[in-house]
């Protein structure tokens, strides 16, 4: 029997409550409809440093949106910028496999042979013979001067073999090691 009593007090609260808060409704949309809507504050004039400040943060979030990254690699990949010693060894053996090097020019009897290395192939060719794997042929060689001319007019000189892994880096001054300044953190 109770429990009817306590159905009908929710009923009649929740009743009550829709009534005040549509009355709540309509007074407050009536105070609203009455605001004149001109403000009182519209002839009161900004500080022209604040609004130009105000200005550029808006154009500032305009560009920040309207930015759009056009680049194919990752720009926090740090080897974009600095290369690493890897990178450099590909690079020299990519560059030492497209060279045509001279190793050496002998005389046998009255025929010069020169010792020309591309493609990783070394080969010895006389003079007139076209290199395997190009288009070009030796012209003339040198062996006192260890020099060759190939068809095309290159003068290739016998240089000392330098190993791939043998990268030159820079070379610091005791000064340099212990400058604090020079050190990234």
């Not at 005791?174 to 300044?181: F, G, L, R, Y």
């Amino acid at each position: 029997m109770e429990y009817r009593y306590v159905k009908d007090l929710a009923y009649i609260l929740l009743v009550a409550s829709i009534i005040f808060l549509a009355v709540f409704a309509i007074k407050h949309y009536n105070t609203e409809r009455n605001v004149d809507p001109k403000s009182l504050y519209a002839e009161q004039e900004v500080d022209s440093n604040l609004l130009r400040k105000a200005i550029e943060i808006e154009q500032g979030i305009k560009q920040r949106k309207e930015f759009s990254f056009s680049i194919t690699k990752d720009p926090l990949k740090q080897d974009i910028i600095l290369p690493q010693k890897v990178d450099e060894i590909k690079l020299r053996l990519q560059k030492r496999y497209n060279q045509i090097r001279l190793y050496g020019v002998q005389k046998f009897g009255d025929k010069l042979m020169v010792g020309i290395e591309h493609k990783d192939l070394e080969s010895q060719y006389g003079i007139g013979e076209q290199i395997q794997g190009s288009n070009l042929k030796v012209r003339s060689a040198d062996p006192v001067n260890q020099t060759a001319v190939l068809s095309n007019g290159t003068k290739l000189v016998v240089e000392e073999r330098m190993d791939i892994y043998d990268i030159p880096s820079e070379k610091k001054t005791p000064a340099q090691d212990d400058d604090i300044s020079n050190q990234n953190y």
